[in-house]
Structures are given as structure tokens and as C-alpha cells.
């Protein structure tokens, strides 16, 4: 998942950035509302968490903008503005939620999960390909019982292909989905990423391989023994 972050104080915009990486997921942090707008543009985003108080515009216009351009994409708001006027203007607006400063790490990262569940994209609570299963709420990967360790990132990875199983997913998509502004992911860090993942998944009969698609990419498929 990727997230864009338009937050102007900078040890806020730096405590959940670290939160939300920690949780496997990418983020993109940005402190105007211009530089918001430029991400935008150029990247697609799963979940925009938003500032109102943005020192070059009300982060309520940007709002407005993006529904009036018809983005689908769940916005949270974060802001010191705890009114219940202001955040019913914030919701009237287009947000799909409001989380008043200061605010705890875990309140974040839970509403996070909730948004994200009700996204169409992202709706199914779990995943099921072969013999794995995904939980993804709570993140466990589970094979015939048993749950497989696996780093944010590898399980980032593990959804993305489980989502397009028996499909191939292009080499350039996977790229996109882990990089972030100014830490772009190269060729071989994709191919890093899948190997570190397939050895961990070869102890446990998953009855599925990650499959190389020459010059295109990556599919999950399935194995019968």
C-alpha cells in the first residue's frame, strides 16, 4: 500500500512516517499543498492522509479539488482543528474521516486499516491463494495452520502478488508499489525482494511458486503435487 502524507510539521510529518513504515507501508511525505498536488499527479495512491494546515492553502480546498476531479481515494484528515463544525466541514468536503492532534500512532495505523478495508480495491478481508492465506487486517500469513514470518515489506509483496494470482504481475507495477519519492526501487532490488521472499515461503508446503516471466515480470501460480 502507499500512502501520500501532506502534513507541514516536520517531527509530526518524520513520527508518522516511521509508524507507517513500520507497518509495511510506503509513504510519500510532502509539507505544502502544492508538492501534495504534485504527487498526485504523478503517482496513484491507496490513502491520502491530509493537514488542513498547510502553509500555502487550506488543506479543504485541496479536498474539494480532488472530489470535484472525481478521486475515489480515501482521505484522512489530520488536523488541530477539533470543532465539531470544522470537522463536520472537513467531512461535508469529501473526507472519509477525521482524526483530531495530537492523536496516538495506533489510533492512526487502526483507522488506516479500516479505510483501507472499505476500499473497493482493497475490501477483501482475506486473502486465499492455493495453501496460503493472508489475514489482512491483522497481517499474518498463514500456511495449513501454521503462520510464516515474513518483514512488512515481504508480506507487502506476498499480497500484491496473492491479489493477481495466476496472473503476471509486470516487474514495473512491483517497482511502483515500493518505491517512494527519492528512493525509487531498481530491477534488482525487485529481484532481491522476490528471492529473500520465495526462500522463506520454500520451507512451508504452499503448493504454489512465484514464477518468472522473462522480460515482463512475476505470477504466483499454483502447484499441484
Known amino acids: 500500500m502507499r500512502i501520500l502524507l501532506v502534513e507541514d510539521s516536520a517531527r509530526l510529518r518524520g513520527l508518522v512516517c516511521e509508524a507507517l ?4 507501508w510506503r509513504v510519500d511525505a510532502f509539507a505544502t499543498a ?10 496513484e495512491y491507496d490513502l491520502l ?7 500555502d492553502e487550506d488543506g479543504l480546498d485541496v479536498l474539494r479539488s480532488l472530489r470535484e476531479a472525481g478521486s475515489q481515494t480515501p482521505v484522512l484528515v489530520l488536523t488541530a482543528r477539533g470543532a465539531i463544525d470544522e ?17 496516538h500512532n495506533g489510533e492512526l495505523t487502526a483507522r488506516i486499516r479500516a479505510l483501507i478495508r472499505r476500499s473497493p480495491v482493497t475490501s477483501m478481508p482475506i486473502l486465499e491463494f492455493a495453501a496460503l492465506r493472508f489475514e489482512v487486517a491483522s497481517r499474518q500469513v498463514i500456511c495449513e495452520g501454521t503462520e510464516i514470518v515474513l518483514a512488512p515489506s515481504e508480506k507487502g509483496l506476498l499480497e500484491l502478488l496473492m491479489r493477481n494470482g495466476g496472473r503476471v504481475v509486470p516487474k514495473s507495477k512491483i517497482e511502483h508499489a515500493f518505491s517512494e519519492f527519492g528512493d525509487e526501487r531498481s530491477s534488482n532490488a525487485v529481484e532481491l525482494a522476490v528471492s529473500r521472499l520465495r526462500k522463506k515461503l520454500d ?16 505470477m504466483m501460480r499454483e502447484v499441484h503435487n
Open 49 to 55: 492522509l491530509l493537514d488542513l494546515g498547510l502553509p
Open 34 to 43: 502544492q508538492d501534495g498536488r504534485t504527487g498526485l499527479r504523478e503517482a
Open 87 to 103: 470537522r463536520i466541514a472537513g467531512l461535508d468536503a469529501g473526507a472519509d474521516d477525521y482524526l483530531a492532534k495530537p492523536f
Open 21 to 24: 513504515r513500520n507497518e509495511g
Open 203 to 218: 520451507g512451508h508446503d504452499t503448493q504454489s511458486s512465484i514464477e518468472t516471466i522473462r522480460g515482463v515480470g512475476y
